[in-house]
């Protein structure tokens, strides 16, 4: 019972901090799975391969989106390479956590997950719109940081980071 009691007041804590600071923990920790996996390679702004036990898997960054290096067909979008390139920055030769919201896989079979740098926590998903080399975009049911990454990119609009300063029309 103290357990049970000493777990809620935690978890109350956290969701305290967060409404009052803004910052966010990682979603992962109430109950929906977590996983801790090496990137194996950077797909691009937005994506990522990681090893887990059970092979390498794609993974999709959930809450934004990066402009299109390497979709088929498509020509490359302003800032992509850039967008690309800082991603690699942030997590390449890195273990990550993956937070899992509602949704675990999208319509291409992707893993779709909150990413942390596992040996000091970043939000990459949130650095990436902070910095301006993403917006934000919602597909529910996946929304647990919805708010944080869309104040993150009005933010970063603002202030014409990154894309929102090299791009026309951007957003």
Same mark, same amino acid.
């Given at each position: 019972m103290r357990s049970a009691l000493r777990h809620s007041l935690a $978890? #109350? $804590? /956290?969701a !305290?901090?967060? $409404? %009052?600071?803004g910052c966010s923990a990682p979603v992962g920790d109430g109950g929906q799975k977590a996983d801790t996996a090496p990137v194996v390679r950077v797909v691009d702004g937005d994506t990522i391969r990681v090893g887990l036990p059970s092979g390498e898997e794609p993974v &999709?960054?959930? @809450?934004?989106?990066t402009p299109e290096s390497v979709k088929p067909g498509a020509p490359v979008e302003c800032f992509a390479k850039r967008a690309s390139a800082y991603n690699e920055r942030l997590v390449a030769g890195e273990k990550v956590r993956l937070v899992y919201d509602i949704e675990r896989r999208d319509r291409y079979g992707r893993l779709l997950a909150? /990413?942390?740098? $596992? &040996?000091? @926590? !970043?939000? /990459?998903?949130?650095? #990436? %719109? &902070?910095r301006g080399y993403a917006t934000a975009v919602t597909f529910p049911p996946n929304v647990a940081h919805e708010r944080e990454l869309r104040r993150l990119a009005r933010r970063a609009r603002m202030s014409g980071r990154g894309l929102w300063s090299g791009c026309a029309g951007a957003g």
């Amino acid at each position: 019972m103290r357990s049970a009691l000493r777990h809620s007041l935690a $978890a #109350l $804590a /956290v969701a !305290l901090c967060s $409404a %009052v600071c803004g910052c966010s923990a990682p979603v992962g920790d109430g109950g929906q799975k977590a996983d801790t996996a090496p990137v194996v390679r950077v797909v691009d702004g937005d994506t990522i391969r990681v090893g887990l036990p059970s092979g390498e898997e794609p993974v &999709r960054y959930i @809450g934004i989106d990066t402009p299109e290096s390497v979709k088929p067909g498509a020509p490359v979008e302003c800032f992509a390479k850039r967008a690309s390139a800082y991603n690699e920055r942030l997590v390449a030769g890195e273990k990550v956590r993956l937070v899992y919201d509602i949704e675990r896989r999208d319509r291409y079979g992707r893993l779709l997950a909150y /990413v942390y740098r $596992a &040996r000091d @926590g !970043l939000f /990459v998903n949130a650095e #990436l %719109v &902070r910095r301006g080399y993403a917006t934000a975009v919602t597909f529910p049911p996946n929304v647990a940081h919805e708010r944080e990454l869309r104040r993150l990119a009005r933010r970063a609009r603002m202030s014409g980071r990154g894309l929102w300063s090299g791009c026309a029309g951007a957003g």
